[in-house]
């Protein structure tokens, strides 16, 4: 699998952006996408994550409420609806995807070492 994501830029504090990542190659029905984001000086941290067959999603604190993932099947790409976007937002935003499968039905992998493959990340910057 290769991701591309796209969409980054320089956005007013309160606007909003929408991030997408498209996959090519080999892909697969029952997997995890994600976005995560590093901010200059800090460790990459999770944002979204959405599991591919269903479409659910799940959020970090940080930004529920305000971010939304979604996926298209037909365009196997998965987007990241941004709303209300803070000035702490400002990060490199990279979209991940992990193959690996789990047990538990309703559990969405956070951490990054989870996540096999990764986009080349896009810049999003909030100005205050």
């Known amino acids: 699998v290769q991701l591309q994501a796209s969409g980054g830029g320089l956005v007013q504090a309160g606007g909003s952006l929408r991030l997408s990542c498209a996959a090519s190659g080999r892909t697969f029905s029952n997997y995890h996408m994600a976005w995560f984001r590093q901010a200059p000086g800090k460790e990459r941290e999770f944002v979204a994550a959405?599991?591919?067959?269903?479409?659910?999603?799940y959020y970090a604190d940080s930004v529920k409420g305000r971010f939304t993932a979604s996926r298209d099947s037909a365009k196997n790409t998965v987007y990241l609806q941004m709303n209300s976007l803070k000035p702490d937002d400002t990060a490199v935003y990279y979209c991940?995807?992990?193959?690996?499968?789990?047990?538990?039905?309703?559990?969405?992998?956070?951490?990054?070492?989870?996540?096999?493959?990764w986009g080349q990340g896009t810049l999003v910057t909030v100005s205050s």
């Open positions: 959405i599991k591919w067959n269903v479409g659910s999603t």
């Open positions: 991940a995807a992990s193959l690996r499968t789990y047990v538990i039905a309703n559990y969405y992998p956070t951490f990054a070492y989870q996540y096999d493959t």
